[in-house]
């Protein structure tokens, strides 16, 4: 019995002497194992994960929850239009592809910071339909006092009747 006992601890020692010495072997960096995958890399955003473009816009989550998602970057909000329900508590979800920037819908207090490698999460409730401009409220650089989008507030029934291509964005294709 005590052999055994020896004989395990002798391999965790042997294990973690092996993992002191490769961890630079492992490509995922440690924090994004702390962060629950939660850090999406500015330069793969369009690319991978949570951020790529069909995943952008309004959708419901499997739960039922309205979640928009967004990219912040230099000098737009992708999508430039979104379109959510009047009265309905919406989930933001915003990163950024590359400096920090600021959403503010026009004619609230609500607001919502795009930082890039963090997702920045925020659930409003927009009481009635209506168009709120959705001007960049922090400087980002030579273009940032044109960098703005819009958002459209749309009665819940409306918004119910939507496909979910018209739910990514209200943008004129
Ligand atoms: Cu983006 Cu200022």
Not at 25 to 39: I, K, R, S, T
Request: aromatic share 10%; charged share 20%.
């Amino acid at each position: 019995m005590k052999k055994k006992i020896g004989f395990v601890a002798a391999m965790t020692l042997v294990g973690l002497a092996i993992l002191s010495t490769r961890y630079y072997m492992v490509d995922v960096p440690v924090w994004h194992l702390f962060g629950g995958g939660e850090a999406p890399d500015p330069v793969t955003l369009h690319l991978q994960g949570e951020f790529v473009e069909s995943n952008l816009g309004a959708a419901e989550d499997p739960s039922g929850a309205l979640t928009v998602r967004m990219i912040a970057q230099q000098f737009v909000f992708v999508p430039q239009c979104i379109v959510v329900p009047a009265s309905v508590p919406v989930r933001f979800r915003i990163t950024s592809a590359d400096a920090v920037h600021k959403l503010s819908f026009l004619g609230t207090n609500y607001g919502l910071k795009a930082v890039p490698g963090v997702v920045s999460e925020e659930t409003f409730t927009f009481p009635k339909a209506g168009e709120f401009k959705i001007p960049c409220h922090e400087f980002c650089g030579a273009g940032h006092y044109a960098m703005r989008g819009l958002l459209e507030v749309v009665p819940r029934d409306q918004f119910a009747a939507l496909l979910p291509g018209e739910r990514r964005t209200c943008e004129p294709r």
